[in-house]
């Protein structure tokens, strides 16, 4: 397997290089909104130590990562009247990974309506700053 690169872009926004729509951090784990949702509060989860995939990352590390998605998708419920809760995780480009930085997608959904496409559609700034917003108030309330 190829090795972890430092470059990629969610390594860079956990750098404080890039911005993001912050949802949840702690000292392993930090928690952003997917800027191309494929539902209203789509959430990224990654554990801040540099992993690219399951294939690399430390049981210990895994384990924050989960229980750090447990909170989100717990929050989405009470922030978004989620019905349900979709998670992804995609490992290697055969594997359907774009960003090698191990992430789970955390993704409420509604009963009957489908998911949009993968990385369809960029959200709007605002719409983005409010879900997360949302989010975060229904994980610290
Ligand atoms: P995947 O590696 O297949 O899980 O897909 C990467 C996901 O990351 C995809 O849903 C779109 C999202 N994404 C790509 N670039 C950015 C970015 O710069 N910021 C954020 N928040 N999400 C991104």
Request: hydrophobic residues 45%.
């Amino acid at each position: 397997m190829p090795s972890y690169d430092p470059n990629n872009i969610f390594a860079k926004i956990l750098r404080g290089e890039l911005p993001c729509y912050k949802v949840y951090e702690d000292d392993k784990v930090l928690a952003f909104l997917d800027i191309m949702p494929r539902s209203p509060g789509h959430t990224l989860v990654l554990p801040k130590a540099p992993a690219r995939n399951i294939l690399d990352i430390s049981a210990d590390d895994l384990a924050h990562v989960i229980t750090a998605a447990q909170k989100v998708a717990k929050a989405a419920v009470k922030a978004f009247s989620a019905d349900g809760i979709t998670i992804q995780q995609f490992n290697e480009g055969a594997g359907g990974q774009v960003v090698f930085h191990l992430h789970l997608h955390v993704i409420p959904r509604k009963a009957g309506v489908a998911m949009k496409p993968p990385a369809s559609e960029k959200e709007k700034p605002d719409v983005l700053a409010e879900h997360a917003k949302k989010l975060a108030a229904a994980i610290s309330g």
